[in-house]
């Protein structure tokens, strides 16, 4: 998945999620609950304005879960709802209509004030970065696969909606938006958990930030995966031994640096090293 962002293009998909606001009444903002921010947009209060919103900590399963309880409770000390799902497997995923329901509630019943007979269905969409797991939460909530996964920007299509129980109608196009990659550190979390494509950074600088932020807060499961008794100070020498112990190594037996980083990210991504968290709210 690969979509460029340009200013025209943020311009542009900015755009879009405002035209689709004006059609529903809650916005569900898909983040990644192993790192939260890093995984939002950088515009987002901007853009959905005082729309009714919940955060739904995504992929919850490969976070650490103690640090997930932690992200809940910061956001609702800012008063916003958040929830932490799995869509894949779909835990959490009954929670939403619910949670939708209830922050809804003052509005319908205005509605039935008026003395609407019939209220109609409450309409959502689903906003978030690529790769955050929209596709793949729509299909969960339609309950059989009418989302694509992939995005495909410029494809035009009518938007139709999905029926999501008899209470709620979801917007089956997403509200695609970006990162706030121009921060260092947030390009690098979002490469180390796989939603940026590993050809965009240099594979060893993101390893490097693995490994280094695994060294300070996870060095037990560091030592246990690659067996090592104590971890390196210094960097390189970090390389070399988990390249020598998982025989990431070139003709003439020297380390293979690249070779290195991508088991390192492989094996964080496919959860070898457990569920891990890459950022904590208040730091
Ligand atoms: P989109 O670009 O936001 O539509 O993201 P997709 O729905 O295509 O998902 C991106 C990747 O994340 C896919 O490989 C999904 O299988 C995976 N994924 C989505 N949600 C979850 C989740 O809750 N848990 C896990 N483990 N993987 C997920």
């Known amino acids: 998945m690969t979509i460029q962002w340009f200013p025209g293009h943020m311009a542009k998909a900015k755009r879009e999620v405002q035209e689709k606001l004006k059609l529903i009444d809650i916005v569900f903002e898909l983040v990644d609950a192993r790192i939260p ?15 009714p ?3 739904l900590l995504n992929k919850a399963d490969m976070a650490d879960e103690e640090i997930t309880k932690q992200w809940i409770a910061f956001f609702q000390n800012q008063h916003i709802k958040a929830l932490a799902i799995d869509s894949q497997a779909g835990t959490g995923v009954k929670q939403i209509v619910a949670a939708a329901k209830e922050m809804l509630k ?3 019943e205005k509605m039935a004030a008026k003395g609407i007979k019939n209220p109609r269905a409450m309409r959502a969409l689903i906003v978030g970065i690529p790769n955050v797991g929209k596709s793949t939460l729509i299909n969960r909530l ?15 299509k009518a938007q139709q909606w999905i029926k ?15 990162p706030k990659f121009e921060d260092e550190e947030v390009g690098l979390k979002l490469a180390t958990t796989g939603a940026i494509k590993d050809t965009i950074l240099n594979l060893q600088d993101v390893a ?18 690659y067996s090592l008794v104590e971890i390196p100070e210094d960097i390189v020498a970090l390389f070399d031994e988990i390249g020598k112990r998982r025989g990431c190594l070139m003709s003439g037996g020297l380390v293979d640096y690249d070779k290195v980083a991508e088991l390192v990210l492989r094996e964080i991504r496919t959860e070898k090293l457990g569920r891990l968290s890459f950022e904590k709210p208040n730091e």
């Open 53 to 55: 919103r919940i955060v």
């Open 208 to 225: 490097v930030y693995a490994l280094n932020f695994l060294k300070q807060h996870y060095p037990e499961r560091l030592k246990e995966r």
């Open 142 to 156: 339609a309950g059989k696969h009418i989302a694509k996964t992939g995005d495909k920007p410029g494809v035009t």
């Open 106 to 108: 003052p509005k319908f």
């Open 164 to 178: 999501v129980g008899k209470e709620m109608e979801l917007l089956d196009t997403p509200g695609i938006l970006w």
């Open 37 to 51: 921010m890093s995984s939002r947009n950088p515009m987002i209060d901007e853009i959905l304005v005082n729309k």
